[in-house]
Every structure is written in structure tokens, then in C-alpha cells.
């Protein structure tokens, strides 16, 4: 298969003055005929999911599962410590003393939820990516939707995907984006 020797294309980006205006557009964008697209911030905007129309993350029910996983190995593991591998009266306190497993409890149930949401979190959000649309501009201070290309069918070369950059720029203009430009996918790894 070819392999393009030039940059290319990752979308158009529209740069937006106020979270407000990049909420509204946001909302406009995702009801478009523009489905590929995300939004960049130099801080959290409360509300940006929801304009986006992205589904709730997994990543607390996986890390959830494993801190409930290890609260229950450290417990497991301490009642058989104590009552069958290393068993003995210390101060006539029982076997199956609570209180004195909280702290491996505390810790397992931390370790393995700790170690889980990192690993949530690269296989959910697909880390590490291969390539990424820059722009140094959107590390500062700005707000910016970048409309992508729609991916083509690898498994079909003669589909093309129709995408106009021209029109994407009209269209980011029209909802309010004080400057528009395009921008190059550049590779991390070659």
C-alpha cells in the first residue's frame, strides 16, 4: 500500500473565546453532519461531555471492581494468616479480628484500584496513540473544536471519503470561531 510522503491532513481547527461559545458550538457540531471531531481546553468545562454527546467513561466501574477485588484478597489473605498459616493467640484477640486488618485492607483495596485505573485508562482511551493532530496553540490558552476527516474502509481502497476543508471551515466560522485553520496528523513513532 502507498504511504503518503507528505503531511497529512488531520482536520480543520476553529478556535473559540470563551467556554461558553465553545459549548454552544459544540452542541451545533455534534448535531451536524460533521461526526469526527473533539474539542481541546486549557481547563475542564463542565458540560463538554454531554455536548459532545460522549458516553459515560468505564474506567470508575473497572477501578471500582479491582479496589472491591483487593479489599476482598486482603481480607481473605489475612484471615488465613492468622487463623491457618501462622495461627496464634496474640492478647486474646480472635482470628478474625477487623480492626487489625484495616490497614492491609486500606492499601490492597488502593494498590489494586490504583492499578487498575491506569490500565483503564490506556485501554480505554487506546494509548498509546501512533499519531496526533498538533498545534502549539491549543496548550495554552485557547478553546478549539478540530473537525476530522471521516476514516476510510481499509478493507475497500476504492472508497473514497468526501471531506471539505473548505466547508468545514465556513461551517466553524459560522458558529462564532474567531480563527479557523487546517492541521496536520504528525506521527509519534515512525
Not at 13 to 22: N, Q, R, T, V, Y
Request: aromatic share 14%; with cysteine; proline share 7%.
Amino acid at each position: 500500500m502507498h504511504k503518503p510522503t507528505g503531511p497529512v491532513l488531520g482536520g480543520v481547527i476553529g478556535f473559540f473565546e470563551s467556554p461558553d461559545s465553545l459549548l454552544e458550538a459544540t452542541r451545533k457540531v455534534r448535531d451536524s453532519q460533521f461526526k469526527h471531531f473533539d474539542c481541546y481546553t486549557p481547563f475542564a468545562v463542565h458540560g463538554l461531555d454531554e455536548a459532545q454527546g460522549l458516553a459515560r467513561s468505564k474506567v470508575p466501574y473497572v477501578t471500582g471492581a479491582f479496589a472491591f477485588t483487593g479489599t476482598t484478597c486482603a481480607v481473605l489473605w489475612q484471615y488465613a494468616a492468622s487463623k491457618t498459616w501462622w495461627a496464634h493467640l496474640v492478647g486474646g484477640k480472635p482470628f478474625n479480628s477487623l480492626p487489625a486488618f484495616v490497614p492491609i485492607i486500606f492499601e490492597l483495596s488502593i494498590l489494586f484500584g490504583g492499578i487498575a485505573t491506569f490500565f483503564g485508562m490506556a485501554f480505554f482511551n487506546r494509548l498509546p496513540k501512533s499519531k496526533r493532530i498538533y498545534d502549539r496553540s491549543l496548550t495554552n490558552d485557547r478553546f478549539a473544536i478540530v473537525i476530522e476527516p471521516p476514516p476510510s474502509d481499509p478493507h475497500d481502497p476504492e472508497a473514497k471519503v468526501e471531506f471539505s476543508t473548505e466547508q468545514a471551515e465556513s461551517y466553524l466560522k459560522s458558529l462564532g470561531a474567531k480563527d479557523t485553520r487546517k492541521v496536520f496528523e504528525e506521527g509519534w513513532f515512525a
